[in-house]
């Protein structure tokens, strides 16, 4: 009560002179679902941060309910009161007192309820919101790559107004829309739309003014003009003016400009708003590339979702700003708001740092033939066009992603039935297109496109300006250097259309190192081999306006089965938003300031097989060659393409490695320890092996190390036998499974199918060998069948059983993973042997092939 007497102070004290009074309503709101008891929440809020990432649920999606409670002064009745929400998803529905206000359909861009007539001045006032965020087949997206979190997710606002005000409750949630349809070097156009409204009850002699102010905030220029309204009228008031010489905005000087609007009435100032704009101008050349300010200017930076760890999506603005002060820090100029409007702060920070943006609505992967549907994607893009109209950032609006891709997979459908949805997605692409233009002719429109001809024999790709490029090969499709074969054969189809690389990346988990990086590895080193070659063949095509990568960050995705489940790792930092090496990569390629990085966060354990094996060692940087010093010695590299390898031998141990370039150094320290010397290490170090992979994981949690997987050596270590465990030949993981049991995914997604045996050439002693363990086959037997001499030929077909000895004693008979522990689940198993030297485990199939995922021996 406290709390709501001292708002109620300020908005009297504030109000009582007529104006505007903006303020926050984001503390202390009872919220309650069917699923989450009453709770005091604030906003931002979300109800799926947790449950969008816990094994084997689906993440909630129904009807949430926001209550709170607060006293309106008398003096409220000569106001006009709203509730801004900038963003809530995804159909919400407002009730004060009891009486329903309005509803809104769209869960990414902002709208404004007028809440006057339902307050009671002088009394206490309830306010009650619904939330929901079900699926629902008339409001996009249907289905995407991404959660759709629940919740009043953003800012909301209380705002108080005089009757006489600027316009609030409409699709651009208030905002005056400033355009610059003419600018040049010399001279700037700019024209100035305002709507002013008369609630009273009387006719109203008002003026209007805009006050032009320079990047400097000096006043440059006052216009006015005397409006007479109508008691109850709205009417729009336009003005123009042309600035001579005019600071242009751009990536290297950010410049803006504001407009202060204002009205009176009756000699007072009723109400005041203003925006920052800026002058620029651009164009996409099919041949040449993307130009600004008459310029070339190659676009490349990222796409970026906003949620973060344990938020969801619900962030506090400092976070929006930081995501993108670190875009801009990799040396970035552009973003693409994937897949959907983002926080108003988001547009203000890419304004000021210099950031070009393709703003988007989240018309993704299908579309419902209804008019409900189309009424909603309509109104996404008029909110979305109106809210952030004025922003010089945004170059392009964009109106679809892979509108085909469920289409193209979906085998069940009728050729006629496929006929009728590319028939819908293209009418829909086209009405977008349409109000895209009549809004803002000014502008780009754009869509994205996956990897296929349908969008050419539809036609649908000859709809907007730009067309964009979802390509992921060398990830969902073979071959690197069929991503430069692909741009240019479309390239020499369709000269006259301008091409984006609007998504591109492999996932990376930076549990995942190797120096052998190969397809679905999950590793950095793949995800650098990558990138690399992608900004490559971009740079060397003139034609392509540029290449946004997926994604800035990792991102929640509740049907993702990867090496993290539930999250997209395609990001070039991790959902906490500390940075993979690939960061420091792109500000190696994009940075004019000096730059150096040695590469390894991440895979500072280093295995060489024995002093003679060199270990290669990697430094990010822009000079033309780098120096790496270590033990008193110097190595010298050339740097090529933003890279310096070096391949040098260091002994086992800690050593300190500095890379330097100029007054420019960068120190790191890598621990050695040979493989041939890790059976002798076994009394004060275990040897942990990631069984059936290249790949070297570490736990984050006991930060143990597993080292890739090696062939048995006399007087070593090793398999006999078997092979990798891979779904599919150009995919190097075993399965992209959720394991249950573990959140060491990685460790139990590949194995060795097969395996013959394990063997180590250890000493007399006491052991504790560790088997790792998991069932990759969803069709798998669980049944209790233990006679297998008398299992038929068809279920012998799914049953998976072998026994397990260790230098010749069986420990383990008849052992069914999918029977005794269950599919897709990890299963740990631990022997205590003795031996008097030499160490065997020994896997004999009775029915299908044995596996390994991982093996762990100890000496006790």
Not at 428 to 436: G, N, P, Q, V
Not at 449 to 476: C, F, Q, R
Request: with cysteine; net charge negative; glycine share 6%.
């Amino acid at each position: 009560m406290r709390e709501l007497l001292f708002i109620l102070f300020i908005i009297t004290s504030l109000t009582s002179f007529g104006q505007r009074n903006i303020q926050s309503l984001n503390s202390a709101w009872e919220f309650t679902s069917e699923v989450h008891p009453e709770q005091l929440v604030n906003i931002p809020h979300t109800w799926n941060a947790g449950d969008a990432f816990r094994d084997g649920k689906e993440y909630f999606r129904g009807k949430g309910v926001y209550k709170k409670t607060f006293f309106v002064s008398e003096e409220w009745k000569d106001n006009r009161v709203f509730l801004k929400f900038e963003g809530s998803n995804q159909i919400t529905t407002l009730f004060v007192n009891d009486q329903r206000v309005g509803e809104h359909r769209g869960g990414y861009t902002g709208f404004v309820f007028d809440i006057s007539e339902a307050l009671k001045p002088g009394d206490e006032n309830r306010i009650r919101i619904e939330v929901d965020n079900s699926h629902n087949p008339d409001i996009p997206p249907l289905d995407a790559d991404f959660n759709f979190y629940g919740g009043i997710y953003r800012d909301l606002w209380l705002i108080t107004t005089p009757k006489v005000h600027f316009e609030l409750a409409n699709e651009a949630a208030g905002n005056l829309l400033i355009r610059t349809p003419e600018v040049s070097e010399a001279t700037g156009k700019l024209e100035i739309e305002t709507k002013i409204v008369n609630s009273s009850t009387e006719n109203k002699k008002t003026e209007v003014k805009i006050d032009i102010f320079d990047p400097d905030g000096k006043l440059l220029k006052s216009l006015q003009k005397n409006v007479h309204l109508k008691a109850g009228e709205t009417k729009k008031v336009d003005f123009a003016h042309t600035l001579k010489d005019p600071e242009l905005w751009s990536p290297s000087s950010p410049e803006l400009y504001r407009a202060e609007a204002s009205v009176s009435a009756e000699g007072m100032k009723n109400d005041i708003i203003d925006s920052k704009f800026g002058f620029r101008w651009f164009e996409a050349d099919p041949e040449k590339g993307f130009f600004l300010n008459g310029k070339p200017l190659k676009l490349i930076g990222a796409n970026r979702h906003q949620d973060f760890e344990n938020l969801g999506n619900a962030l506090p603005d400092k976070l929006h700003r930081r995501d993108y002060e670190m875009i801009r820090e990799m040396g970035a100029n552009f973003i693409r708001t994937a897949h959907y409007p983002q926080d108003p702060e988001v547009y203000r920070t890419c304004d000021e740092l210099g950031l070009l943006v393709w703003s988007e609505i989240p018309v993704i992967n299908d579309v419902t033939d209804s008019e409900a549907y189309y009424e909603v994607s309509l109104k996404m893009q008029r909110e979305q066009i109106l809210q952030f109209f004025n922003h010089p950032s945004v170059v392009m609006w964009g109106y679809m992603n892979e509108i085909f891709i469920r289409l193209v997979f979906n085998d069940k459908m009728t050729e006629e039935e496929r006929k009728e949805k590319i028939q819908t997605s293209v009418e829909l692409a086209e009405k977008l297109e349409k109000l895209t233009k009549d809004l803002d002719p000014h502008r780009l429109s754009v869509m994205a496109l996956h990897e296929n001809e349908i969008y050419n024999t539809s036609k649908i790709a000859e709809l907007p300006d730009v067309i964009g490029w979802n390509l992921y090969m060398g990830w969902y499709g073979p071959g690197l250097e069929n991503f430069g074969k692909f741009l240019d054969e479309q390239h020499e189809r369709y000269p006259n259309r301008a091409l984006f690389i609007s998504e591109y990346g492999p996932g990376a988990d930076v549990r995942n190192q190797t120096n052998d990086p190969k397809p679905w590895d999950y590793s950095e080193a793949y995800q650098l081999k990558l990138h690399r070659s992608y900004i490559n063949q971009v740079l060397e095509r003139d034609f392509v306006l540029g290449m946004a990568a997926w994604n800035f960050a990792d991102f929640g995705s509740s049907f993702r089965q990867d090496a993290m489940p539930y999250i997209n790792q395609k990001g070039l930092l991790n959902m906490d938003r500390t940075k993979k090496d690939i960061y420091y990569y792109y500000q190696a390629r994009l940075l004019e300031e000096p730059v150096i990085y040695l590469a390894g966060k991440n895979f500072t354990e280093r295995y060489p097989e024995n002093g003679s094996e060199k270990l290669q060692f990697t430094v990010f940087s822009n000079a033309p060659e780098v120096i790496l010093e270590t033990n008193g010695q110097q190595y010298t590299s050339k740097v090529e393409e933003g890279i310096a390898l070096f391949e040098i031998p260091l002994p086992e141990g800690i050593h300190r490695l500095t890379a330097k370039t100029g007054k420019q150094n960068y120190s790191r320290e890598f621990e050695v320890k040979y493989r041939e010397n890790l059976l002798s290490h076994l009394e004060k170090d275990d040897l942990l092996i990631n069984v059936g992979t290249h790949v070297q994981y570490k736990d984050p949690v006991t930060k143990e190390v597993w080292i890739s997987d090696r062939e048995y050596r006399e007087g070593s270590f090793g398999f006999v036998g078997g092979e990798i465990y891979q779904k599919s030949k150009d995919k190097f993981q075993g399965t992209a499974s959720d394991i249950q049991g573990t959140e060491n995914d990685p460790l139990f997604q590949t194995m060795r199918e097969g395996i013959e045996a394990y063997k180590f050439d250890v000493k007399k002693g006491k052991y504790r060998v560790t088997l790792l363990f998991a069932e990759p086959e969803y069709s798998a037997s669980e049944e209790n069948i233990y006679n297998l001499s008398e299992v038929s030929e068809e279920k012998a077909a799914g049953i998976r059983s072998f026994d397990i000895s260790i230098n010749g004693e069986t420990v383990r008979k008849d052992l069914n993973l999918a029977r005794d522990y269950g599919r897709i689940r990890a299963a740990e198993i631990s022997f205590i042997v003795r031996t008097d030297g030499g160490l065997e485990v020994d896997f004999a199939n009775n029915l299908g092939k044995s596996l390994l995922s991982g093996i762990k021996l100890a000496k006790l």
